[in-house]
């Protein structure tokens, strides 16, 4: 999109130079099909680690990165870190291997060619036995798509300007319109699509979501259809941190698109608001219709995947399987210094949430904590899933490597992903069970129907309820039913700062025994607690700095006390 004065250039200024500039190319499979079920600029020394264990980051120097497996190997590509003036594939054994993977220059850039400047995201591609680099090429709003083709079956052999029918390689559509990040995939059908970043006009420029069907990798057979445009505030975000429409910081982008299949539906990724920020993040669109040219056959959930603890500005999602073909994995890059070229590479284990089948990616997970190995790497083990069951360990403080925080703790009994009680008493400590779904949300209704079973003799203060959400140790709000002292009590822990308890009285008649429902509505750091439909309390809650209770999830809490809960949802997210 065409940037204000004092903004730097999307992908900035290193990428305007990318004819005689560094550069490297992305990869990932067509239509992928998934398996069921403190910064630095560069990264940190190697340190000690438990044995089957990486850290993130995997390599610096590392913007759009874009994977595909073959033979054996990956292959990647990637907007930086290639030799000046070329395109290049990276080849790695292993997914976490590409910090020290062998690089091979592929396709030079030409010079005084329209596919000359500003070469962004590169994508390879292994579609019907051959490979090809999608990429996007031109000065400012010039900016088209455009193909490679590997001149033999070897990914990093050399690779030339595809025959589209127009010049260059160029893989025209009938708008002609601004576009960048192409990506290809498969539907359900069979057919190839292609999906991009691209403007509706020149005269209109916030950056939209695309998707067209393709007769073949080299065509595009249809009209472009729009099926997401930056709406949300979480799309919106340039500088300062909160946007609004009449103020600088408002910079609608979605971009980097991957589309790819699971469980029956298509989804497709994005990525959303300024890349130099650290509120750059991943947006999902759903499909569960299969007909991929219905725009109002796509809903729109998010963010799925942003800043927390110390990694920002995470985005560029695409998910891929582990080497032995058991695990879900994704790889995004995160930002240190701005757009390019301070990005890196990072992976984690790609979840899916067994209520409604979603992606769950759960929070970037910190520099230099120690992950498990992808399944199948040398010195692994089988990869598992701990949220199966729809409950588990908080996510927050895990991804910060707190190795205590935030985990569940009690006797649970898990009946369904929307159903468990606590079976024996916990003592004055909280007894807790988080609620594994996203946890990026900004804004959602959390309920809960709840019924006491039991109290015991340790706390002087026994009580259950519900984390309204839950980040980390240090953010937290939470709302309690106190039948000892026939009170409604809300509290939380915002930056590390204990917040006042909030006491309302409980109804007259008020039967602890009965299921009675806890209702949270969160829009930012502004809370309204809601028992049995009538409001209870709202509460604002501030803090030193941005963010504020931005996000969380939520979960089950209580302190010396047993307690039954079912028909546990997350609605209205936003």
């Known amino acids: 999109m065409v940037l204000p004065s004092s903004f730097p250039l999307r992908r900035w200024s290193t990428r305007r130079a990318l004819a005689a500039a560094a550069l490297v190319t992305v990869a990932l499979v067509t239509g992928v099909l998934l398996s069921p079920a403190g910064h630095a600029g560069t990264p940190p020394a190697d340190s000690p680690r438990a044995t089957g264990t990486f850290a993130n980051p995997i390599r610096g120097t590392t913007s759009d990165p874009y994977l595909v497996r073959w033979n054996g190997y990956y ?59 999608y990429y996007t090429a031109g ?63 020149t005269s209109d420029t916030a950056q939209r979501i695309y998707v067209a069907p393709m007769s073949d990798p080299l065509h595009v057979s249809g009209n472009r259809v729009e099926i997401s445009a930056p709406t949300r505030p979480w799309e919106t975000v340039g500088n300062p941190d909160q946007p609004d429409q009449s103020s600088v910081g408002y910079f609608p982008v979605n971009e980097g698109p991957v589309g790819f299949r699971h469980g029956g539906k298509t989804y497709l990724t994005y990525s959303a608001s300024f890349c130099g920020t650290r509120s750059y993040a991943v947006g999902l669109l759903t499909n569960g219709s299969n007909d991929v040219l219905n725009a109002a056959a796509w809903s729109k959930t998010g963010p799925i995947f942003k800043y ?6 995470s985005a560029s999602f695409q998910p891929i399987t582990s080497e032995d073909g058991t695990a879900d994995w994704f790889i995004v890059h995160d930002n ?37 190995l992808p399944s199948g790497e040398p010195g692994s083990s089988p990869n598992t899933d701990p949220y199966a069951s729809g409950w588990g360990d908080a996510f927050g403080d895990a991804a910060e490597g707190d190795t205590t925080a935030g985990r569940r703790t009690g006797s649970w009994t898990v009946t369904d992903p929307h159903t468990a009680a606590l079976t024996s008493f916990g003592g004055t400590g909280w007894t807790q069970l988080f609620y594994a779904a996203n946890p990026n949300y900004e804004n959602f209704t959390m309920s809960a129907d709840v019924a006491w079973h039991g109290t015991g003799t340790t706390s002087a203060y026994p009580k259950y309820g519900i984390y309204a ?35 309302s009285p409980l109804p007259a008649g008020f039967d602890p025994a009965a299921y009675h429902t806890l209702k949270v509505v969160k829009s930012g750091a502004h809370y309204t607690f809601f028992l049995d439909g009538a409001q209870a309390q709202d509460r604002t809650f501030t803090g030193a700095s941005f963010p504020v209770l931005l996000n969380g999830q939520p979960g089950l809490v209580t302190e010396d006390t047993t307690a039954a809960y079912r028909n546990v949802t997350v609605t209205a997210t936003y």
Request: net charge negative.
């Open 75 to 133: 292959y990647m590509t990637s907007t930086d870190g290639c030799d000046g003036g070329w395109l290049c594939v990276w080849k790695s054994a292993t997914l976490t291997g590409f910090g020290s993977a062998e690089k091979h220059d592929v396709w030079q850039i030409p010079s005084g060619a329209p596919n000359s400047a500003e070469v962004w995201a590169p994508e390879i591609h292994r579609i019907g036995g051959a490979f090809y680099i």
């Open 469 to 503: 959400s839950y980040a980390d140790a240090g953010n937290h709000v939470e709302v309690f039913l106190d039948r000892q002292y026939g009170v409604l009590a809300t509290h939380a822990v915002v930056q590390g700062v204990e917040q006042p308890w909030q006491n």
């Open 308 to 313: 927390h603890g110390g990694v920002i500005g």
């Open 139 to 201: 000065a400012g709003a010039a900016h088209r798509i455009y193909v490679l083709q590997a001149d033999g079956a070897d990914p990093t052999g050399g690779y030339h300007e595809a025959n589209t029918g127009a010049a260059h390689g160029q893989l025209t559509e009938p708008s002609g319109q601004w576009a960048i990040d192409p990506d290809v995939f498969t539907g359900a059908d069979g057919t190839l699509y292609l999906t991009w970043s691209g403007w509706r006009s």
């Open 336 to 372: 240190t210094t701005g757009c390019d070229p301070g990005r890196r590479l990072r992976a984690q284990q790609l979840y899916w949430d067994p209520r409604d089948g979603s992606p769950l990616l759960g929070y970037p997970v910190n520099d230099g904590v120690p992950l498990p």
